[in-house]
């Protein structure tokens, strides 16, 4: 439940005026309470990533895991920062706010903002003003298996965090899915636009799995960590 944070990679087209954002790669933060930062030397690595990949920095990404994904003074200001670094040279660089356990949105579908700041200033004259702006799938065909193994290491760096999220919890209160589920349905409505359902389907299911056995794999240490304190009294 703590904010995370991380680069993302793509392309932009001068002639169509279009980013294309084809790769998020996580980063580690130095969090502030609520607020997080990227870790420099996470950020430099992220960076280099993309690059081995074939793409340029185009943007960031934070979330806000319970509350709306709208952009704090504190993003505004963040993002303006990274803006005026990643934006030399003419290249676009944009924010993304991203909330998947909002709790006045009672649907299973994680919320996106997307920004930009201009250059034009608040009336009374303390941020730039940003600007929200809508944002289109692409249909490319996902990387099954980079996608997978990125999953696997995220699951693996996070189970243990006291700020993960247990995922055999309710997501709501007004409804019957776990946040398992939750992540399930998102990924499908995302998924259900770029391929056939059955390769789909077998993804979530592999997916689900590695959840799944990870967790298991956090009770047995559970259990085993109780063990030892009461052999050890």
């Not at 505004?76 to 924010?95: E, P």
């Not at 991203?98 to 997307?114: A, D």
């Amino acid at each position: 439940m703590a904010e995370v944070i991380g680069l993302l990679g793509g392309r932009y087209s001068e002639v169509n005026k279009i980013v294309e954002v084809c790769a998020a790669e996580p980063c580690n933060s130095l969090s502030t309470g609520l607020q997080c930062e990227m870790d420099p030397v996470s950020q430099t690595q992220a960076s280099e990533t993309l690059a081995v990949r074939g793409y340029s920095v185009i943007g960031w990404y934070h979330s806000h895991p319970a509350f709306d994904p709208n952009p704090s003074l504190r993003d505004i200001d963040t993002q303006a920062k990274y803006q005026s670094y990643f934006s030399r040279g003419g290249a676009k660089f944009i924010g993304m706010i991203v909330s998947p356990y909002n709790r006045n949105n009672p649907l299973p579908y994680s919320q996106i903002t997307c920004l930009v700041i201009s250059e034009e200033i608040s009336p009374d004259g303390s941020y730039r003003l940003p600007y929200k702006f809508e944002v289109q799938q692409m249909l490319e065909e996902p990387r099954w298996g980079l996608v997978f193994e990125k999953t696997r290491w995220i699951i693996e760096k996070y189970r243990l965090s006291p700020s993960s999220v247990p995922m055999d919890k309710i997501f709501r209160r007004d409804s019957d899915l776990t946040c398992l589920q939750k992540l399930l349905e998102c990924l499908r409505k995302t998924l259900s636009k770029v391929t056939n359902c059955f390769i789909a389907e077998e993804f979530l299911t592999q997916i689900e799995n590695l959840f799944l056995s990870n967790y298991k794999s956090k009770q047995e240490n559970e259990v085993a960590e109780d063990t030892a304190k009461q052999l050890l009294m």
